[in-house]
């Protein structure tokens, strides 16, 4: 017999991570951006950073995945293939770094790099202008690194991304399906190394099921939300999620 107190856990993971897989997803559909951050720092609550990463890879894959659908006719595809040549063997770089971080320190570095996407953003952002469209191979390289590793590239590289193309719409589209083929890109190395989805079905069911609604949702609210107060909801929400990944790590 499974104890009551491990059904208990297992409903509420499975309805805190449905939850948060869908107002993370309406919020990078809105922003453009740090969707993922926030869902991987709840999935961190429950599981180590090892297995939280390919998680949170396995939502927001379908996450980006189906906003890049719903804006397709946005998309730049010669930025999009020029950020995926290096995407593939970056992540496996990434995951032989994160498989050899001890999991209190993987924790650590997730909630420090939480609070600083929070509160001081402007140190992760490109101060250029416009970006000539072959860096994108080399910016393809960090995300598919970053990826692996801490488990989001999107507030490093989105910038970047904004700077190639030519409208807010644009920028949303094309770093969605950027991020796409980085997730899975992400859940093959971590696969490669033992990393199983099956072990996770139902919580990658719910969290899919929450992020694809979120995606729908977003989408249609682009450019009519206020982004400001939806920024300082998120930044509270995620400055309480990293102290607490960081109270962990530590005790």
């Known amino acids: 017999n499974v104890p009551a107190a491990m059904i208990a856990t297992g409903t509420a993971e499975l309805i805190v991570v449905g939850l948060a897989?869908?107002?993370t997803s309406i919020l990078s559909a809105v922003a453009g951006m740090g969707g993922g951050v926030a869902l991987l720092a709840?999935?961190?609550q429950f599981h180590p950073?090892?297995?939280a990463v390919p998680l949170q890879g396995a939502m927001q894959l379908l996450s980006n995945g189906s906003r890049a659908g719903f804006l397709r006719r946005y998309i730049a595809w010669s930025v999009v293939w020029r950020s995926a040549i290096l995407l593939f063997p970056?992540?496996?770089l990434g995951v032989a770094v994160a498989t050899w971080i001890p999991e209190d320190a993987g924790r650590a570095v997730l909630a420090i790099f939480a609070l600083i996407f929070a509160w001081r953003p402007t140190l992760l952002k490109w101060k250029g202008d416009r970006m000539p469209e072959n860096a994108m191979i080399?910016?393809?390289a960090v995300s598919?690194?970053?990826n692996s590793?801490?488990?989001a590239s999107g507030p490093v590289t989105s910038p970047m991304f904004k700077a190639v193309t030519a409208t807010h719409v644009a920028f949303v589209a094309t770093a969605a399906a950027s991020q796409a083929i980085g997730h899975l890109a992400k859940i093959v190395a971590f696969t490669a190394d033992g990393w199983r989805i099956t072990d996770f079905a139902l919580l990658?069911?719910?969290g899919i099921a929450g992020v694809v609604a979120g995606s729908r949702i977003g989408t249609r609210l682009v450019g009519k939300m206020s982004e400001d107060a939806l920024a300082q909801i998120f930044k509270l929400v995620l400055t309480a999620l990293a102290i607490r990944l960081l109270v962990t790590a530590l005790i």
Request: charged residues 0%.
């Open 21 to 23: 897989a869908l107002a």
């Open 42 to 44: 709840v999935l961190a």
């Open 49 to 51: 950073p090892a297995a």
């Open 90 to 92: 970056a992540s496996f």
């Open 138 to 140: 080399g910016v393809g």
């Open 144 to 146: 598919g690194f970053l």
């Open 149 to 151: 590793t801490i488990g």
């Open 204 to 206: 990658i069911s719910v």
